[in-house]
């Protein structure tokens, strides 16, 4: 019995052991595997050799690799001082931080809770992103190469497009989250398995509730979008086979509330953490649901694609680790073939189909054409305010084309006839996904100065009182990251204030999510004069509201460190507000808690 899209197109069969596939012979399956296996490795290493050298930092995304390094000592925090794994005291302090809603990876970062702890959270992170694309594109091929495709070839390049498309390369900048894809192929499986066996509906909604608890703490993005793909491709083709179609919606319905049930009951009380804890916000921030992609990004080469670069993709995309839909026009040639060959079938039919609403999608709630935003609404648009959907990206939308992409690719190699074009076929598939392919990650210098001796040498303990709250000088967005790697660098043993998260603003009654802080007038006025502003008078009003905006934020030390360009002009306003400093090391500290009591 053929294993390809037949799985998808004929009749239900009728309950009976030999419903199951045909596997083809071990050996050649292990010898491909191994391949296949060491193809995708060798590709991921690849990619993330200039990290895994020391080169530098993400040239294109400097901020979210000391994000997730910050939630791996986290998550080894779980451990090793009882942390609760959903929330967070040492960053945005005082309020705290909501880490359900701020991909905390909890799946990912407690298996490698030994790697933080012997080896540091940055190999934990390498680690995590090198693996995310090569257990991505071998989890597809082996779904493809045993349940979807005879041809291994087939299967191979379609694991290569899922784990190592431009949009995959361009999320590894940063997002190791969101390139984890490698349990999606398996739902993928579990709801094909249930087309051919409706009757083992209990076992399916079983798997497909595993797979989805496990994936919720890996990225529940990834996970919204597997479920509305599937979704859609099932409605899509239900329309096409209506006979036979009772059947496989009782079995759907059955598996659905088994899959619902347990994993609702796992999940209840993480989820309910997530909308209603502590920190919990409600929408994404004003701008962001506006950021979808460019009408004429699907035929443009991403800036780390072969023959991409910073100029072929400029204005596209909102940045370069989000270039989603970047494929290149030789990619979409071979597609549009592939995609011919499938729409002699229900379920290829289906597939294009939810493609191409997919990246409908992706566009917004606005289309965007050449980088400039226009007021054509977008297929997005009338349910982009709805619950839940409100708090995706549109752009990232275009992720799920990925997959979708490879399938096509992979699916129209397989079923192309008459046989003996065959390699020829794949050898064009090949060379139009070559100008495409993936490089070395760019890198660059160190986006946050060194951290301070003051904190590596442990003397920082002598200054900090115990549930002291930091607050550096000046406050800003490159000033908080480095606060916290001081946090990294001391396995997050003091509080700070600010961050890069997501948290709603104190006191916004909308509760919608804000990146990073609120900056009160304080943090405003030290804020000016880090980023270069004149000269500023500092009156009694302004020592007034520094002691209120402090004692709101619990700030009992000020740390100004002594290497910052303008920590000449930053003493000299701090020093008006709070009084004289103490050099410590190679810092100036400010113990401000008789300050912030009047005295």
Known sequence: MSSSLTTLDAPPPEPAPSSEPERPEPRPNRLADAFALALYVVMAFIVTAPLWRGDGVLKENRDDPIFFQWMFVHASRIFTHGENPFFAEQMNAPFGLNLMANTSVLGLAIPL???????????????????????????????????LTTQRAAAIIGGVFCGFAPGMISQAIGHPNIISQFLVPFMVLAVIRLRRAPERWLRTGLTLAGLVVYQAFINLEVLFLAALVLIVFALFYLVQRLRGARVMVTGAFK??????AVAGALLAFPVAWQFFGPSAYH??????????????AASAFSRESIIGSPETSYGLAS????????????????????????????????????????????????????GELTDIPGPWYPISQLPLFDSVVPTRLGLALIPMVGLVLALGIDRFRPDRFRPAVIALVVA???PSGPTPLTVSGPHV?????????????????????????????????????????????????????????????????????????????LWYVGEGGGEVYVSDEHRRLARTDLKDYHVTTLILPAAHPRAAQVKSCATQLFGQPQRVDDVWLWDVRSFVAGG
């Not at 994404?284 to 004429?296: I, K, N």
């Not at 900090?464 to 606060?483: E, I, K, Q, R």
């Not at 916004?508 to 007038?521: E, I, L, M, V």
């Open 113 to 147: 809770t030994p790697v933080t702890l012997l080896f540091g959270p940055w190999i934990s992170f390498l680690i995590m992103t090198t693996a995310g694309l090569a257990g991505t594109a071998f989890a597809w091929y082996f779904v493809l190469s045993r349940h």
């Open 449 to 525: 100065p060194p951290t301070p001796a003051f904190f590596t040498s442990g003397n920082w303990r002598q200054h900090v009182p115990d549930n002291g709250v930091v607050m550096t000088l000046p406050p800003g967005w490159v000033s908080y990251l480095g606060a916290m790697q001081w946090q990294i660098d001391t396995r997050l043993d003091f509080d700070m204030v600010g961050g890069y998260y997501l948290a709603p603003t104190p006191g916004d009654p909308s509760k919608r999510a804000n990146f990073g802080p609120a900056y009160p007038p304080t943090m405003r006025l």
């Open 319 to 370: 940045s370069g680790a989000e270039e989603n839909t970047f494929f290149g026009s030789p990619v979409l040639l071979a597609l549009l073939g592939a995609a011919i060959v499938l729409l002699r079938t229900a379920g290829g039919r289906a597939l294009v189909a939810t493609l191409l609403l997919f990246w409908g999608f992706s566009l917004g709630p606005h289309i965007r054409i050449n």
């Open 255 to 260: 598996a659905a509330g088994v899959c619902a």
């Open 283 to 296: 929408g994404l921030p004003d701008g962001v649901q506006e950021f979808g992609t460019d009408l004429l």
């Open 432 to 434: 139009a996904l070559l």
